[in-house]
T-cell receptor
Framework: DIQMTQSPSALSASIGDRVTITCRAS??????LAWYQQKAGKAPKLLIY???NLENGVPTRFSGSGSGTEFTLTISSLQPDDFATYYC????????FGQGTKVEV | QVQLVQSGAEVKSPGSSVKLSCQVS????????TSWVRQAPGQGLEWMGG????????DSAQKFQDRVTITADEATSTVFMELTSLRSEDTAIYFC???????????WGQGTLITVSS
């Protein structure tokens, strides 16, 4: 299985901050990577697919980059609705997810 | 709009089995994959397996290959996931989602809580 490691596991931030989350794959996954936002008790929401493609309707303050084994999700200016847990997912081989990054006040 | 509606919460005893359902509407059910992803309390997401109904054959993560069976009923546009030999570590929310093992997931069911307890 391809292992996905996210960092940090949690971070504290304020409204307007630039936030960056990193995801590393145990082997190259090209750009077969997605990012999700999840709030308590809800299903994950797709933000980014194929490493850098913004899903329709997702605010442009979210962006993704990277290829191979290292990827980042950036929130350019944190908004109140962005406090949540974020997961990366590789789908180069059967899907595996990172352990999550909780963004809190 | 694609919708996935899952069956309700259940409480099961250790060693028993559970069979969950996920009814899909709004797209071509048979030719597109549906997967199951679970989330234990306070934990991350874990892909369990998926199926493309027209092909019939399901794929599953190695961890679950001995205990999970995924099937589909094209007449009712429903995907089923049976998990056997339940243990306390299987307590989780189980989501169905559109996409296979090599896909991102845009559409999700509401989730089904399975509690395994004696």
């Amino acid at each position: 299985d391809i292992q996905m490691t996210q960092s940090p596991s949690a971070l504290s931030a304020s409204i307007g901050d630039r936030v960056t989350i990193t995801c590393r794959a145990s082997q190259s996954i090209n750009t077969w990577l997605a990012w999700y936002q999840q709030k308590a008790g809800k299903a994950p929401k797709l933000l980014i697919y194929k490493a850098s493609n913004l899903e329709n309707g997702v605010p442009t303050r979210f962006s993704g980059s990277g290829s191979g084994t290292e990827f980042t999700l950036t929130i350019s200016s944190l908004q109140p609705d962005d406090f949540a847990t974020y997961y990366c997912q590789q789908y180069s081989d059967f899907s595996t997810f990172g352990q999550g990054t909780k963004v809190e006040v | 709009q694609v919708q996935l509606v899952q069956s309700g919460a259940e409480v099961k005893s250790p060693g028993s089995s559970v069979k969950l359902s996920c009814q899909v509407s709004g797209d071509t059910f048979s030719t597109y994959a549906t997967s199951w992803v679970r989330q234990a309390p306070g934990q991350g997401l874990e892909w369990m397996g998926g199926i493309v109904p027209v092909f019939g054959k399901a794929d599953s993560a190695q961890k679950f290959q001995d205990r999970v069976t995924i099937t589909a009923d094209e007449a009712t546009s429903t995907v089923f996931m049976e998990l056997t030999s339940l243990r306390s570590e299987d307590t989780a929310i189980y989501f169905c989602t559109r996409g296979g093992g090599k896909s991102w997931y845009l559409f999700w069911g509401q989730g089904t809580l399975i509690t395994v307890s004696s």
